[in-house]
């Protein structure tokens, strides 16, 4: 009897052994596709590959790549990757990149990458990245990115950054930045900056600023600056600033300054000044000051100052 207790318990070992084996060699059977200068060299499995004489493409995994012209193509992991005349593509994970004419697309984890004519895309962690005509494009971390003709935008944690006509947008951490015609846009911590023709916009800490024509606007930690028309705003810590043509306009600690007209407008510490038409005002300490056409006035510590012709 013990003997054949014995045999049978052997024998249910090896049956165990058996199975354990099949199913890693189940695990383990090959996905694989390589395509080298139009050959096929290798092709296992649900994966897709295609190459011509001059390109290189490998799949792996339940994926496609495609490569045409000088180029290369890789895809692992449920993806697609394609690249044509003199580029490069890479994608996995469940990622999309395609590149086309001296360009290079990376896409990882969920993402999508598309780069054109002499450009670079790099998308990460669910993001999206845009590049065409010699730009660059970066997104990580669920953000998108988007560059055209001679520009750079990157885009971090959650953001959006947009930059088209040589210029340059940068948006991390929930934030949003665009920027227009030969301008720069730059956004961080749930902040908001479009620049346009010529201009800069920074905005940090829960901000927003917007720059055009020639202008330049700088709002920091809840603030919101806006410029115009050859002028400069600059509003920190909860106050508003806004300035147009050719104008200056400068609030902190929550303040409120507006210039318009070639003027100069500065408020600080919970106050307010109002400049027009070649006029100057500034205002510190809980005041108000008011300036009109080629005035100057000053208010300081609770006054209310105003002046006009």
């Known amino acids: 009897m013990k003997r054949i207790v014995l045999l049978v318990t052997v024998a249910m070992m090896i049956a165990a052994m058996v199975a354990v084996s099949g199913a890693a060699l189940a695990q ?6 390589v395509s080298i200068k139009g050959e096929t060299k290798v092709d296992k499995g649900e994966s897709t590959c295609t190459s011509d004489s001059t390109s290189k493409a490998v799949a792996v995994k339940d994926s496609e790549a495609f490569a045409l ?3 290369k193509a890789t895809a692992t992991n449920d993806s697609y990757a394609s690249a044509s005349i003199n580029s490069k593509a890479a994608a996995s994970n469940g990622s999309f990149a395609s590149a086309f004419d001296n360009s290079e697309a990376t896409a990882t984890n969920d993402s999508t990458a598309f780069a054109f004519y002499n450009s670079k895309a790099t998308a990460s962690n669910d993001s999206y990245a845009s590049a065409s005509i010699n730009s660059k494009a970066t997104a990580t971390n669920d953000s998108r990115a988007f560059a055209d003709f001679n520009s750079e935008a990157t885009a971090t944690n959650d953001s959006t950054a947009g930059a088209f006509d040589n210029s340059e947008a940068a948006a991390s951490n929930g934030s949003f930045a665009y920027a227009f015609n030969n301008s720069e ?9 479009f620049a346009d023709f010529n ?5 940090s800490n829960g ?3 917007a720059a055009y024509f020639n202008s330049e606007a700088t709002a920091t930690n809840d603030s919101r600056a ?3 028309f050859n002028s400069e705003a600059a509003a920190s810590n909860g106050s508003f600033a806004a300035a147009y043509f050719n104008s200056e306009a400068t609030a902190t600690n929550d303040s409120y300054a507006r210039a318009s007209i070639n003027s100069k407008a500065t408020a600080t510490n919970d106050s307010t000044a109002f400049a027009f038409s070649n006029s100057k005002a500034t205002a510190t300490n809980d005041s108000t000051a008011r300036a009109f056409f080629g005035c ?12 006009s012709p």
């Open 185 to 193: 846009a730059t956004a961080t911590n749930d902040s908001r900056a």
């Open 207 to 209: 901000s927003y600023a």
């Open 199 to 203: 201009s800069k916009a920074t905005a």
């Open 69 to 71: 012209i000088d180029s």
């Open 226 to 228: 806006f410029a115009d």
């Open 296 to 307: 100057t006035a000053t208010a300081q510590n609770d006054e209310v100052v105003e002046c």
């Open 28 to 33: 383990g059977r090959a996905d694989v596709c």
